[in-house]
């Protein structure tokens, strides 16, 4: 079966270090997501993807960057660990667009839990 | 600006009981709505989604939720609670003309009392 998974689930790190979290989907989905998700603000998205080699800034960017190499793999890089980016962190994909049936929803990883000390 | 708004941080209810959970969207188009559920330490699940055509739409697990132009809101409804219903509860509105890209309200978690 297709799915999306998330490594680590866990991981802690201290302030300034650089941080990459991998996200790697099998469903050969185009688009993709990082999000975050933080008590009182529900998910917030942080860098999204169309396809290979492009990447789009969200709603809370700074801090992170994206990559994607490839349709399967959009890992996400805290340049410099901050202790305000102690969250947890949601990968997504989804089909483009929304379909002609409007059936284009978007599939979740586990999640990964970051704590930055 | 596109926003999502759910009044409600914390429900808890009796099982057997009837569920509403309220959401409120701000958009300027047709908006594309969704309600997932997130189990504890899970990742978020679809329940059910509405792009057009009959705004009452069901989905999984017994849940339906109604889409209101008028009121600019898609509460989520059941019937009647079952223990395991206990979760958190997020709708979102799709931003933008790519699935995927997302905006969330701030989720109702759900508690269910026996």
């Known amino acids: 079966d297709a799915e999306i998974t998330q490594s680590p689930r866990h991981k802690i790190t201290e302030t300034g270090r650089q941080v990459t979290l991998a996200c790697h989907q099998t469903?050969?989905?185009?688009?993709m997501f990082w999000y975050r998700q933080d008590l009182g603000h529900g998910l917030r998205l942080i860098h999204y993807s169309y396809g290979v080699q492009d990447t789009n800034k969200g709603e809370v960017s700074d801090g992170y960057s994206v990559s994607r190499s490839n349709t399967e793999d959009l890992p996400l890089t805290l340049e410099s660990a901050a202790s305000s980016q102690t969250s947890v962190y949601f990968c997504?994909?989804?089909?483009?667009?929304?379909?002609?049936?409007?059936?284009?929803?978007?599939?979740f990883g586990q999640g990964t839990r970051l704590t930055v000390v | 600006a596109q926003s999502v708004t759910q009044p409600d941080i914390h429900i808890t209810v009796s099982e057997g009981a009837s569920l509403e959970l309220r959401c409120n969207y701000s958009y300027g188009a047709t908006p594309y709505l969704f309600w997932y559920v997130q189990s504890p330490g899970q990742g978020l699940q679809l329940l059910l989604k509405y792009f057009s055509g009959d705004t009452l739409v069901q989905g999984i697990k017994g849940f339906e939720a109604e889409f209101k132009r008028s009121q600019s809101s898609f509460n989520l409804r059941k019937p009647s609670v079952h223990w395991s219903d206990a979760a958190e509860y997020f709708c979102?509105?799709?931003?933008?003309?790519?699935?995927?890209?997302?905006?969330f309200g701030q989720g109702t978690e759900l508690s269910v009392k026996p």
């Open positions: 997504a994909s989804s089909e483009s667009g929304y379909g002609r049936d409007g059936n284009t929803e978007a599939f």
């Open positions: 979102a509105v799709g931003a933008g003309n790519q699935g995927g890209k997302l905006i």
């Open positions: 469903w050969n989905h185009n688009n």
